[in-house]
Nanobody, 126 residues
């Protein structure tokens, strides 16, 4: 059973940075792991994805301001977020999907992922 536990969210002023972490266990290769976010009243959307070959994909919404990475020794997925904006405020979720490559068209599609963490809240104030 895949388990995903996010941490690292919090409150930050616009222009600030945060690093989100996701402790992952029970997963198998090959895979994609991704970060998604959902603001109140909005649909959940993909932010970034990485596969076990370390290929990455970023959504246009945060491209250039976020970096996804994974420490395979620690089984931790990270999302480094810089130059944060108030519109980045949302619940951020870690997710896992087997038999995936980041190059796939669906690698940032919410419906393609089956395992989710509980989320970590990010609030950016102006």
């Amino acid at each position: 059973q895949v388990q995903l536990v996010e941490s690292g969210g919090g409150s930050v002023q616009a222009g600030g940075s945060l690093r989100l972490s996701c402790a992952a266990s029970g997963y198998t290769l090959p895979y994609c792991m991704g970060w998604f976010r959902q603001a109140p009243g909005k649909k959940r959307e993909g932010v970034a994805a990485i596969d076990n070959l370390r290929s990455t994909k970023y959504a246009d919404s945060m491209k250039g301001r976020v970096t996804i990475s994974k420490d395979n020794a620690k089984n931790i997925l990270y999302l480094q977020m810089n130059s944060l904006k108030p519109e980045d405020s949302a619940m951020y979720y870690c997710s896992y999907r087997p038999f995936c490559r980041a190059s796939l068209v669906t690698s940032l599609q919410v419906g393609a992922y089956k395992s989710w963490g509980q989320g970590t809240q990010v609030t950016v104030s102006s």
